[in-house]
């Protein structure tokens, strides 16, 4: 009845009430699953100071003592051991762990105190389980053991045993040992069932070392925090973790439990309803202002830290998936649900000195911090001694947020200089080689030495501007300080010279001579500038000697140029001092700025002249290598000269030489040429394959983009087939919910319909009440005077009004909860009914199966009774799927009434008696009685109908079986003499002993009077008087057999009658009462009557054959098909077997279900009433091939499938209940069932086929 949502924390019971918890475990999860969830953490919070408690609840039955582990099997595995015995593992393992770390850092090892207590509360007595002088007498008396509160509101015990254990093997010894001593006992329902509830308790004692605030550590000082490491300070953290083993909730009638276990049961239950009321009470929203009743049990009591207190629980619903547990599991999931809404408060359990040490530490930071911020000047005090924060705070932390995003731009700018520097230089490098490589002198050794040059150039111009920089600053913060008038007057002035000896002179000197520097510096880089585009061009070109001169003309005009340009910038710079002359500025401080700024200015004049002495180490290594390449050029020429000596030589040789060295070189000019034109197809041949294959790869490029693009076209289709399928899902899910949505409201509709009528009936009740009252009300008034009874009426009518009104709301409230309770418990019935009913047909398919399997394994070739056997397993099959089909029903009815139940309580009734004054108490306590001696009374009555209508059932059971056995004696006796009366009686008594009542067989019958003939001896002479006697009686007996029996008497023609078109020819005697039914074939007539009989009767022989009784009302219908006779009567439809004897073989209901026999032959008197959740069965008929058989029950048509006797479907169409009907069949073989209902209509149902899922259609009859 129950299954878990995949991949959600929710259960879901019966169809679609679902349930939502924090964690949900199946049945395949396992222990070690359970435990890493719901307790792991729980024990870790344990050694930081925090109160735990797990409990499981749930049925009787449910799997709580294996989930906590208390049940300490032997043979259980390690995988399979329960949460208690994993939680002492871990808890051990833990402390261990802590050991080693504390030891492996250097701090004091951590010590540990564990101690354990175990209890059971048995019969609401607190009993010590480590007690081991206590025996099985000791439980009947009153336990020792008391509970008492402390002043910070915690629970503790008094009287219990604890002992200290050291570890793990000592504490499972602990808890096998309290375990082996709970009280426990067999119950129908489980076999060792829990009759206490039990709490293992540990409690953990830490003393370690204090972790240092962190606030502490960041504002004081090193030496403060040296000092503070070498003084250790200790807390002592305590916890208790209450592992909680609850008893199962059970029902007396389920469990079958008397004497001493009903005793417990009932504790139990009492114990569990505590608990559930402080549940309910702290976890219902509206209920959290009342008073919590923890003291209504000691089982609530003891766990009042754990519910609503200073602790972290977890509770364990264990369910039950069968649905005979259906009732339980709904409590239990409920239950949880309640209890997930409590709030726990939870604090560290500490030592009052640790915690006066931990708020004194964090005192200390708090001052620490203030202090500190009072020093930098973040806080100040006002004039008027407030507190505030100072605008110098703000303002800095402003400048340095924005120092240090100017630093990061600085930093960004300074990175992108540098890469641009890098690449000028790389560009200037590269320009360089290709000249040299042009003509013909490039190297790569040449090329990084240029590049090295550039590079340096660079470095060296990049100081050189900022020298400049400096310098030009320098020089106006010195005209600044020169043109500064003086602060002070004569007698105080302030006067350079203080400062040292001429201060402001030896600037000026040290700036000229900087200035000079530079600039000789610049020119020393012009020179050096071009020298190295002189030495390219000598190695790129021959002598150019014109060239070279005015080239160094044009380098004098440029130099004379620069200077030109420099004394400008220099007189433009003493115009921008001038301009500056109108600033006002502190002097001290211009003159520390001009002191630094001459000590950097002193350090680059330095740098400058490292500089200059590198460009020497340059020149001269560059003058080295111009003096090789001018060696080298000589060379050159020489051999050059050489050459040219040498042609001039061979021109004077002999032609034929001349010819014959001409013509080697035209051959070998020749052979050279071809290898070029080879040479040059091959670099075609190259450049087309270099084509091709820059084609290709631009191809094999297009062709991934294309995949590229396909792969990603493909992934969209897929993610929108994806959306589009979750939209489908979506929207089907929203769809299905909207159904149940509208099939609640329709449930809800109903059931508020039924309360409005409810409460219709209640009122016109009440009223008539109040018209009672109000008709004997003067009578009343004639006991006081006028001015009394005036002063009371006006008051007693406002109170009484108001009481009233109160008294019919709870009046209401009470109706309506007897009234669910009734429809609950109603449907209960039903369901406990269906499952006996599925448990039976379970059996009998098992027994079924294994005589199938025996027969298949006997006799192989027996394939009739196999086939025989395989109807009757298919029918019990079908049986099976309607019950449980009929169960699921119920289990939703049940829902919907609970769902209901929830949302129908409108009505608070405690705020309503809470809001009653004294008065209208009274008035409510008055009619309460009122109410409950009515009650009582109505009860008494219906108590004593019931035993009188059971009185005479029992006498009429009595009186029947007494003349059932006279006539089976008086019969049995007679039967020797007449073996056709013999066969009838056979006949008659397999009908009869069916329908013997349960108690009448077990009783042994007195012998009958005429049971002593049997006893005479055979030898024995008859007087003629005693024969007489015999004879008579045998005449009289025979005359009784000849009377109950029926015949069909022929009627004579009268003259009246001859001219009718139909004429009665035959009357059939034998019925006591009216005839309702007939149905007849070519020999057989079958007829049906109110003496709830039906009899056979051979139309040859114009006799009756025989009778088939038995039934519970009148017999409405009756058919026939080979062999096979179905009567109707009330909501049974009997199948009789008439080839051997008078035998009824299955009994089909209303709702389809097929029960083996005759289930109404116990009914030996006349039943009026239907039983629940059947209709009345008003006709039935055969189809044309006697194959199928249509039923007529309330509103539909039930449809039979008599080959394998399994209801196969229903056709509806009517909106009142069908009356009649017939079958015929169409020319394809299809059924045509022609209906007529009370509704005032006749329809026609097509029905497809017999064996499939039926579909029909239905038209209406007009005239």
């Not at 509101?153 to 504490?171: A, C, H, K, N, Q």
């Not at 049997?1014 to 030898?1019: A, L």
Request: include cysteine; aromatic fraction near 6%.
């Amino acid at each position: 009845c129950t299954f878990v949502t995949p991949g959600e924390p929710q259960v879901v019971l019966g169809k679609d009430k679902a349930f939502t918890y924090d964690y949900v475990f199946d049945m395949d999860s396992t222990q070690d699953t359970i435990y890493a969830n719901c307790t792991e953490k729980l024990i870790e919070g344990c050694f930081e100071g925090y109160n735990a408690t797990i409990f499981a609840y749930g049925q009787t039955g449910s799997g709580k003592t294996y989930t906590m582990g208390t049940g300490f099997d032997v043979t259980i595995p390690d995988e399979e051991l329960g949460i208690i015995p994993r939680a002492v593992s871990h808890l051990y393992k833990g402390i261990e762990q802590r050991r080693q770390a504390a030891a492996d850092q250097g701090r004091p090892v951590p010590e540990f105190k564990i101690s354990a207590q175990f209890l059971e509360l048995y019969n609401e007595e607190v009993l010590d389980l480590f007690d081991t002088t206590r025996d099985m007498e000791m439980r009947k008396q009153k336990s020792h053991v008391k509970i008492h509160e402390d002043a910070s509101g915690s629970i503790y015990t008094v009287g219990l045993t604890t002992r200290t254990v050291s570890s793990e093997t000592e504490m499972m010894q602990c808890l096998k040992l309290g375990a082996l001593s709970r009280t426990t006992a067999s119950t129908q329902m489980n076999v060792q069932s829990s009759r206490s509830h039990a709490i293992f308790t540990i409690h953990i004692c830490q003393v370690r070392v204090c972790a240092p605030a962190e606030d502490v550590s960041t504002v004081l000082n090193t030496s403060n925090r040296d000092h503070i490491s070498t003084v250790e300070e200790f807390e002592t953290l305590t916890a208790k973790f209450h592992f909680v083993d609850l008893a199962g909730s059970e029902r007396l009638k389920r469990t079958g439990a008397t004497g001493d276990r009903a005793k417990e049961g009932i504790s139990i239950n009492c114990g569990l309803l505590a608990l559930g009321n402080v549940i309910s009470a702290l976890g219902d929203r509206s209920k959290r202002s009342t008073h919590v009743p923890y003291r209504d049990s000691k089982l609530t009591r003891l766990l009042q830290d754990s519910l609503g207190g200073n602790s972290r629980t977890v509770m364990i619903a264990c369910t039950s998936p069968s649905d005979q547990d259906f009732m339980e599991t709904l409590n239990t999931l409920k239950y949880a649900n309640r209890a997930r809404n409590i709030k726990n408060k939870v604090v560290v359990n500490q030592d009052k000195a640790s915690q006066q040490i931990s708020a004194l530490r964090t005192e200390i930071a708090r001052l620490q911090v203030e202090l500190m911020e009072y020093r930098t000047g973040k806080r100040m005090v006002g004039e008027d001694g407030l507190e505030s924060i100072s605008d110098m705070f703000h303002e800095n932390s402003m400048l340095q947020i924005e120092n240090n995003n100017l630093r990061m731009r600085v930093k960004a700018m300074q990175e992108a200089i540098d890469a641009q520097g890098a690449r000028l230089t790389q560009l200037l490098s590269e320009q360089a080689n290709q000249v040299l490589s042009r003509a013909g002198e490039g190297s790569e050794e040449i090329g990084n030495m240029i590049q090295n040059y550039i590079k340096e150039i660079e470095d060296l111009r990049a100081k050189l501007l900022e020298s400049e920089a400096v310098n030009e600053n320098l020089r106006r913060n010195l005209t600044r300080a020169s043109s500064r008038p003086p602060f002070y007057g004569t007698s105080g002035s302030f006067s350079p010279a203080l400062l040292g000896p001429d201060p402001s002179q030896e600037t000026s000197d040290i700036i000229e001579i900087a200035k000079k520097d530079l600039e000789k510096l610049k020119r020393k880089e012009k020179k050096k500038k071009k020298r190295m585009e002189l030495i390219i061009q000598s190695l790129t070109f021959d002598c150019f000697p014109q060239e070279t001169s005015d080239r160094e003309e044009g380098d004098g005009e440029e130099d004379e140029e620069d200077i030109e340009e420099e004394e400008m910038d220099a007189e433009e710079s003493s115009d921008e001092s001038d301009s500056d002359l109108d600033e006002k500025e502190d002097f001290q401080a211009d003159l520390a700025n001009i002191t630094c700024e001459i000590a950097i200015k002193q350090k680059l004049i330095d740098e400058l002249e490292n500089s200059q002495r590198r460009l020497h180490t340059l020149k001269q290594q560059y003058e080295q290598k111009l003096m090789m390449l001018q060696c080298k050029i000589k060379d050159t020429q020489l051999e050059r000269d050489r050459v040219l000596h040498n042609m001039g030589s061979v021109e004077s040789c002999s032609e034929d030489k001349t010819k014959r060295i001409k013509a080697e070189y035209e051959k070998k000019l020749g052979v050279m040429n071809k290898e070029l034109q080879k040479l040059q197809a091959a670099q075609k041949e190259h450049a087309r394959l270099l084509k091709n294959q820059s084609q290709y790869e631009k191809q094999l490029k297009k062709l991934q983009l294309d995949l590229a693009e396909m792969k990603k076209t493909k992934v969209r289709l897929m993610k929108q087939m994806k959306e589009q399928q979750e939209k489908s899902r979506m929207a089907e899910s929203r769809r299905n919910r909207e159904i149940a949505t509208l099939k609640k409201d329709q449930r809800k509709q109903e059931h508020q319909l039924k309360l409005l009528e409810a409460q219709k009936r209640q009122q016109e009740l009440i009223l008539r009440r109040k018209t009672e009252e109000v008709k004997y009300s003067p009578q009343f008034c004639l006991y006081y005077t006028s001015n009394v009874l005036y002063h009371r009426r006006t008051v007693g009518v406002y109170s009484t009004r108001v009481a009233r009104g109160k008294w019919q709301c709870l009046e209401r409230r009470v109706s309506d909860i007897i009234m669910q309770r009734m429809t609950i418990s109603n449907m209960e019935t039903d369901m406990n009914r269906l499952l006996k009913q599925r448990e039976e047909l379970t059996r009998r398919r098992d027994k079924i199966s294994r005589k199938r399997e025996r027969l298949l394994a006997e006799e192989p070739e027996v394939e009739k009774d196999v086939q025989s056997l395989n109807e009757e397993l298919e029918s019990l099959l079908a049986n099976i799927d309607y019950i449980n089909d009929s169960i699921s029903d119920c289990q939703a009815n049940i829902m919907q009434m609970e769902e209901a139940k929830e949302e129908g309580d409108a009505v608070d009734i405690s705020a309503v008696i809470s809001s009653c004054t004294l008065a209208e108490a009274r008035f409510l306590l008055d009619h309460f009685m009122s109410m409950s001696i009515n009650k009582g009374l109505q009860a008494a009555q219906k108590e004593s109908q019931i035993k009188v209508l059971e009185g005479r059932l029992k006498q009429t059971e009595i009186n029947s079986a007494t003349q059932n056995q006279l006539l089976f004696h008086m019969l049995k006796e007679k039967a020797e003499f007449n073996p056709e009366l013999d066969a009838l009686l056979g006949n008659a008594l397999s009908s009869s002993g069916n329908r013997l009542p349960a108690g009448g067989q077990k009783r042994v019958p007195e012998p009958s009077p005429l049971f002593r003939r049997k006893t005479y001896d055979k030898g024995q002479a008859l007087t003629d008087k005693a024969k007489a006697k015999e004879i008579t009686q045998n005449l009289l007996i025979v005359d009784f057999l000849t009377c109950i029996r029926g015949v069909i008497n022929p009627v004579p023609v009268s003259k009246s009658s001859r001219s009718s078109s139909l004429q009665c020819v035959h009357i059939a005697e034998g019925h006591s009462k009216a005839v309702l039914c007939v149905d007849s074939t070519d020999d057989l007539l079958f007829t049906g009557s109110k003496d709830r009989t039906c009899k056979v009767w051979n139309l040859v022989t114009g006799q009756e054959i025989m009778s088939l009784g038995g039934h519970p009302n009148n017999v409405v219908s009756v058919r026939y098909s080979s062999s096979l006779v179905f009567t109707v009567s009330t909501s049974y439809i009997k199948v009789w077997d008439i080839r051997d004897s008078a035998k009824c073989i299955r009994t089909l209901t209303s709702s389809g279900l097929v029960n083996p026999g005759d289930t109404c032959a116990a009914s030996t008197n006349r039943t009026v009433t239907i039983p629940a959740g059947e209709n009345q069965v008003n006709q039935i008929f055969l189809n044309p091939s006697g194959t199928v058989l249509y039923a007529a029950a309330g509103n539909s048509v039930r449809v039979w499938d008599l080959r394998r006797f399994v209801c196969t479907g229903k056709l509806m169409g009517h909106l009142g209940p069908v009356m009649c009907l017939t079958v015929d069949q169409t020319g394809n073989g299809q059924d045509l069932v022609i209906t007529g209902s009370k509704d005032h209509y006749i329809k026609v149902l097509h029905e497809i086929q017999p064996s499939e899922n039926f579909e029909y259609h239905s038209s209406e009859v007009k005239p």
